[in-house]
């Protein structure tokens, strides 16, 4: 970098930040500007770079160039200055392919499990100084590092179909799902984009126990995890304690040893064994990267316990079906007998239209469940798609629920439900989470 100003528009988004942090130690002078102040905005701020609140075209006035997330819309009056201005706009994923020229670059990639198989990997990799990427706030580790290993792990989503763009040494795919699905059209395209990917990759690893992933990584000879019997990495006699996820862990068959990470869930199991095959391919020796998993850092609102004083308060990410009924899966095995409420925010009118059944279906495993307006992220509403019909689809799978479109009048209607002893659980991708925020006051 030669010092030149690059610009960040909203900057305080999950992906935005930590690429804002990796171009401060490569030595750019970065500025950023987001629509409101934030955690994020303010750890930025620490680290001495200047951020604007509110889109105004001045911001960008100086900047070498404008970095953007496909979460920008057209219209953002910081682009279209750029526009007029003749600065270059790079999309956040090419601008990190351009950050890491020279890098030898190890993408975790997949539906579901990004954030926290990637923060799980760099956690087993940080003896070797690995640089990292993670776009999610992790409780004890920062969001992104240098370092200074040749070595990188990024977290790599599909959500724009720009990641075929990136050169990955290495490439971990946690697993393929129906999601994201505009930029392809057709779940075959998504399909077809992560085949793509790993093809340009040298060692690729992959969930055995993905039926999706398998297909995509047909004819291909990946490393596989996985709880069935053909992984080459696998777990087995997976048991939950109140310290967390216990299982012993084979290599081809063998006994390598036996396993503590501090969550709970098999998807969170399966998320150990991709970050442990990737530092096997990397030349870690196992048995010392499974003493590592026991102070494992916990990504932020991935089954994040709130509080448990008399109730259970658990947050969590989860916006699509299948992440919603490993979450309630997951919650069932670490607190058994207990009723569980939830609170779930869909995310975006695309998602809700192609998967309110399915919502519905995982939503009912569920004692009870009160369900919001859609949150539209940066899409404009689709006639006919609301949460209620996402409840609508509850009540036909069996479930018990209600609708109330604001976050903060289903949390009252939560709480008419609630008795001592619950489990309540919040899931969503939205701003839900700062209305269940404020449950342990009202209680």
Request: aromatic share 6%.
């Amino acid at each position: 970098m030669d010092g030149s100003r690059v610009h960040l528009v909203g900057i305080g988004g999950d992906g935005m930040a930590p690429l804002a942090e990796l171009l401060l130690h490569a030595g750019a002078e970065v500025s950023g500007s987001d629509i409101a102040d934030s955690p994020a905005v303010s750890e930025l701020r620490s680290q001495g770079i200047p951020v604007s609140i509110g889109h105004r075209g001045e911001n960008v006035i100086g900047a070498r160039s404008v970095l953007l997330s496909s979460a920008i819309p057209g219209d953002n009056p910081e682009l279209l200055a750029a526009r007029r201005l003749g600065i270059p706009l790079i999309p956040r994923l090419l601008a990190l392919r351009d950050l890491l020229t020279g890098r030898r670059l190890i993408a975790v990639c997949g539906t579901h499990g990004k954030t926290t198989t990637s923060a799980w990997l760099a956690h087993l990799l940080r003896p070797m100084d690995a640089g990292f990427y993670v776009g999610a706030a992790v409780c004890g580790l920062p969001r992104a590092a240098w370092g200074r290993s040749p070595w990188f792990v990024a977290e790599v989503d599909e959500s724009d179909g720009r990641f075929v763009e990136l050169e990955p040494e290495i490439v971990v795919l946690t697993n393929v799902d129906r999601d994201h699905l505009s930029p392809y059209r057709r779940y075959a395209a998504l399909k077809g984009a992560f085949r793509s990917f790993l093809a340009k990759a040298s060692r690729c690893v992959i969930c055995s126990d993905d039926v999706p992933s398998l297909e995509v990584a047909a004819g291909m000879k990946p490393f596989t995890y996985g709880l069935s019997a053909g992984a080459e990495l696998r777990a087995r006699g997976v048991r939950v304690t109140s310290r967390g996820t216990v299982f012993e862990v084979l290599l081809r068959g063998r006994r390598v040893g036996e396993a503590l990470i501090p969550a709970f869930g098999t998807h969170n199991v399966r998320n150990a064994l991709a970050a442990l095959g990737a530092a096997h391919l990397l030349g870690m020796p196992l048995r010392g990267a499974l003493e590592r998993l026991s102070d494992l850092p916990l990504p932020r609102r991935r089954l994040e316990v709130v509080a448990e004083n008399g109730y259970v308060l658990v947050d969590d990410y989860a916006h699509h079906p299948r992440e919603i009924a490993a979450g309630i899966g997951a919650i069932r095995a670490r607190w058994p007998g207990r009723r569980l409420l939830v609170l779930f925010q869909p995310h975006r009118f695309s998602r809700t239209a192609l998967l309110f059944r399915e919502l519905g279906w995982a939503l009912a495993g569920a004692d009870f469940a009160v369900v919001t307006e859609i949150y539209p992220a940066f899409e404009v509403p689709i006639p006919g798609v609301s949460g209620a019909a996402v409840v609508r689809a509850l009540r036909g799978h069996g479930g018990t629920g209600r609708f109330v479109a604001a976050p903060e009048g289903a949390v009252e209607a939560l709480l008419g439900e609630a008795a001592p002893g619950d489990v309540i659980a919040c899931f969503g991708a939205g701003d839900v989470w700062k209305a269940f925020r404020t449950i342990p006051e009202m209680l």
